[in-house]
Structure formats: structure tokens, C-alpha cells
């Protein structure tokens, strides 16, 4: 399975790969301008905006996944610089992120993916949902990220004048909802220690493992993030590809693998 082995393989993927991040993107920005500017919160149409809450959730964990396929080149194959620069803009969009920290973390992931040293990983509780999501929570949400917020939220609510009821709804609720969605279908599943579990029971020196989920629930649930032996197999494989990296089968995927 070689997506861009070819010049003519490396132009398909990235124009895949860029029309469906300009989607991903374009509707997780167009919706926030919606339920920011133009829709009118009230008690009548709370079900409404619950609905764009979860939506917006959604599209807020696309776009991260986006900005991991740049982190590994393969939104567009060859251009790093390209990919940097999607990667950099979304990343501060999405919560004032750094895309040289975030990128050097998820590197230093791949290579001690579930050992001590893993940015992503809690050694102490590796079979904690809360005190895991805690570590991971406090490790990636620095100054940065709270200067970003507070200094968005301070214009829509004391500038604008977008209701705070509203923002927290439609801002702060689908940021917050994103982030345990990531962490629990993209680290906490794959990389967890079930109970009676050591690193000695994953299948190989990544420590991971894939959710069984079909296609649909799979992209639902964390855009295949949750295919995630197969993605730090192949990291070069971008997100919309993992169905058919899983479908090709373990033993074809690790024959062509490649250094994360």
C-alpha cells in the first residue's frame, strides 16, 4: 500500500487530503462564526444548539486530526513547508496552540508510544481515564492556550457583546467536549493498560491496539484515529486512508511500514 510512491500518488493524496481539510476546516469555521455572530440563543432553541454543540465538537476534533496529518507530512507529501503552515494556522486557531511543540511532542509519542518519557502516556495510571486525561490536560494546555482563550472570549463577550451563556454553549463546550473525545478515542483506548494488562500484552513496540469499529463509526467516533496500531505502523498514511491500511492487513502493513 504506497499512497505516494508516484508523483501522480503524491498530487492525489494531497488533493485529497486538502479538499477534505478545507472541508473539515471551512465548516468547523463557518459553523463557529454561525453560533458566534449571527445565531440567537434562548431557551426555545436550547435542543438546536445542543445540536450544534456536538457538531461543532466533531468538526473540532477533524480539524486536529487535519493538523496530525501534517505533523507527519502527509497532507501534502513532499511539501513540508505547506504542511507546516495548515498545521500552524489550525493548531492556533483551534487553542492557541504551538506547531513546533505540538509537533515535537507527538514525535517523542511515536518513539516511546506507552513508556515512560511518552508526552502522551501516564505511566502512574495507565488505566485511569480521569488522572490520565488530567496529566495529558495539563501537559498540552499551557500559558498559551489560556492567554488564547481568555483573550477570544474577552472580545466576543466585553467587545461584541455575544452573550456568555452563548459562548461557553457554543465555544467553550465543543473545545472542551473535543479535547476528551481525542484523548479518549486516540490515546486512552489504544494505548490504555486494561485490567490483568502490561505493555507485554500489545502486539509489538508501539503499545497499541485498533478499535474493531466499522468504517462509519470509526469516523464518527475520531475521524479512524481509533485504527491506531495501523497508524503508528504507517504514519504516513493520512487519517482517510486507515480503513483501507486496516482492510490491506497487519502483516502487509507491517512489511511496508515506515519510521514514524
Aim: proline fraction near 5%; aromatic fraction near 16%; glycine fraction near 8%.
Amino acid at each position: 500500500m504506497k499512497l505516494h510512491g508516484t508523483p501522480f500518488a503524491r498530487a492525489w493524496q494531497s488533493a485529497v487530503g486538502l479538499t477534505l481539510g478545507a472541508a473539515i476546516a471551512g465548516g468547523w469555521l463557518g459553523l463557529h462564526a454561525y453560533a458566534m455572530f449571527v445565531f440567537e440563543l434562548t431557551w426555545s432553541n436550547w435542543p438546536f444548539a445542543l445540536a450544534l454543540a456536538a457538531v461543532q465538537c466533531w468538526l473540532s476534533v477533524g480539524v486536529f486530526i487535519v493538523c496530525h496529518d501534517a505533523m507527519h507530512g502527509s497532507l501534502m507529501p513532499g511539501r513540508p513547508r505547506c504542511n507546516a503552515t495548515i498545521g500552524a494556522v489550525l493548531l492556533a486557531l483551534y487553542a492557541g496552540f504551538g506547531w513546533k511543540q505540538l509537533r515535537d511532542a507527538h514525535f517523542a509519542h511515536h518513539k516511546l508510544a506507552g513508556r515512560a518519557g511518552d508526552p502522551d502516556f501516564d505511566e502512574h495510571h495507565p488505566d485511569d481515564f480521569m488522572r490520565w486525561y488530567a496529566t495529558f490536560f495539563r501537559r498540552y494546555f499551557g500559558w498559551r492556550s489560556i492567554l488564547y482563550v481568555h483573550t477570544v472570549v474577552g472580545i466576543y463577550w466585553l467587545v461584541i457583546g455575544v452573550p456568555m451563556a452563548q459562548i461557553v454553549l457554543l465555544y467553550g463546550l465543543p473545545a472542551l467536549a473535543s479535547s476528551l473525545q481525542l484523548f479518549y478515542f486516540g490515546t486512552f483506548r489504544p494505548h490504555r493498560h486494561r485490567a490483568g494488562e502490561d505493555a507485554a500484552s500489545f502486539a509489538d513496540r508501539h503499545n497499541t491496539r485498533s478499535d474493531e469499529f466499522g468504517t462509519l463509526l470509526s469516523l464518527a467516533t475520531c475521524f479512524h484515529f481509533g485504527y491506531h496500531l495501523e497508524h503508528h505502523r504507517r504514519p504516513d498514511v493520512p487519517w482517510w486512508a486507515l480503513p483501507a491500511a486496516r482492510r490491506a492487513g497487519a502483516a502487509q502493513v507491517l512489511a511496508e511500514k515506515v519510521p514514524a
